[in-house]
């Protein structure tokens, strides 16, 4: 089957802090070199995307290289770290924005849904909305008209539908969006993180309909998430992307294994990035260790586990409270926990958490935790997935606990009697 998407050597450099190049002298720069047939220097300078390295040039890559195919009817799952380049490319095959180099080969329409509120105007109401994207992807008034009640249908918004979109929740705006994007019969569908938004009901359902696009309809269907289990169950391609680079092409299970494996090269990570210094707070550290150990060993089921977080809360004022949550390499959460549970605080200024895991508690696996900061126990201010990483090893024989990995994430040692 011929491929309905050819990505050739695309490239997308950023000038940090500036719109364009920024300057009357670098555009003239650019201009005549191009005038000469020559390449623009700016091309060759730039720093690779990494956050965690400071950076010497005024220009980044956001992407570097990339090179793929895509077949019709074929859902491809692209998957990274946040900053790895994901929506970039994305918007690049919407033609939101434009490559610095490179050339992209697309055979048909392509219905993108990269962020809430992308192609909705906010004064517009829902129904004007959904003939406006309709006209967009190039389709009739009559065509659209067809397959508005299955939108509204689908999106749940029936008694909302001729009220402005700018009074829509972000979980209605992405349940009416994503039932414009995927009922508009467009050859190509672009579907970013916004899934995250809606509620499970909603998750589940335009999974399914997903899954209906490409299997039942031979649509193509791009797909950028951090739920692993669902990239591997709707994905049959997998792209991992690294600082802006191609790490891994092939199939979607293979991808996810690459990924987190990569993002578990060390087994006690530590956060140094000043990406992670805003106004309200600095996060100087976070790292497993086993206890009473600093240096890097290898974690097996019989450690107990130190979690140390270091922060600089700034601002005065706001009650602020960290949740962890735990997430096995499925991308499944296996619990989540909070320093409030144990009743200690964050101060303002500098803090150093520290929480134990007992020994044995751990199936053996790789696990990847998200950071949470909470301002007055109602709004998340911070977010960062897969912020660190660890692996959980075999270890020895020990008494009251079992060898090997057992179903399930925890496990749990109870206190068994015999009382017969």
């Known amino acids: 089957m011929s491929a309905i998407i050819k990505v050739s050597n695309i490239s997308k450099q950023y000038r940090l802090g500036q719109v364009g190049t920024g300057t009357i ?19 060759r300078i730039g720093d690779e995307n990494d956050r965690s390295k400071k950076g010497e040039s005024e220009y980044a890559w956001a992407l570097r290289n ?120 467009s050859e190509i569908l672009i579907v970013d993180e916004v899934l995250a938004v809606g509620d499970v009901e909603f998750q589940k359902k335009a999974l399914g309909k997903m899954k209906d696009i490409s299997s039942g309809e031979g649509r193509t269907v791009l797909f950028v998430s951090h739920n692993m289990a669902a990239v591997k169950s709707l994905c049959e391609g997998g792209i991992v992307l690294e600082n802006g680079k191609v790490k891994y092409i092939g199939n979607s299970t293979d991808a996810v294994t690459m990924y987190l494996k990569g993002s578990s090269e060390s087994q006690n990570c ?10 309200d707070f600095k996060l100087i550290e976070i790292s497993f260790n086993p206890r009473g150990q600093t240096s890097d060993i290898a974690l097996d089921e019989f450690h107990e586990i130190d979690i140390n977080i270091k922060i600089d809360i700034k601002k005065n004022g706001s009650r602020r409270q960290i949740t962890l949550v735990l997430n096995s390499e499925e991308g ?89």
């Open 66 to 185: 990339i090179n793929f195919e895509v077949k019709q009817g074929e859902v491809l799952g692209i998957i990274g770290r946040n900053g790895a380049g994901k929506s970039t490319l994305l918007k690049i095959l919407s033609r939101t924005t434009a490559p610095t180099t490179g050339q992209i080969k697309i055979k048909g329409r392509v219905a993108s849904l990269l962020e809430v509120g992308t192609g909705f105007h906010p004064e517009l109401t829902g129904r004007e909305n959904v003939f406006l994207n309709g006209a967009i992807l190039g389709m009739g008034r009559a065509e659209i008209k067809n397959k508005f009640e299955e939108i509204v249908d689908f999106s749940g918004v029936a008694k909302y539908i001729d009220t402005p979109v700018k009074r829509y929740s972000s979980g209605m705006y992405v349940r009416l969006a994503f039932g414009v994007a995927a009922y508009l019969e």
């Open 332 to 420: 499944e959460p296996v619990f989540a926990f909070t320093h409030l549970s144990s009743g200690v605080l964050l101060k303002d200024g500098f803090n150093h958490l520290v929480c134990m895991f007992p020994k044995g508690f751990l199936n053996i696996g790789s696990y990847y935790l998200t950071f949470y900061l909470i301002e007055d126990s109602r709004e998340a201010i911070f977010v960062e997935k897969d912020i660190i990483s660890f692996d959980i090893h075999e270890g020895g024989r020990a008494l009251g606990t079992w060898l090997g990995k057992e179903p399930g994430y925890i496990k749990p040692i109870f206190n068994w009697q015999n009382i017969s």
């Open 270 to 279: 530590k956060i140094f990035d000043a990406h992670y210094d805003t106004n």
């Open 25 to 43: 002298s670098h555009d003239l720069n650019r201009w005549w070199y191009r005038v000469r047939g020559k390449e623009d220097p700016y091309l």
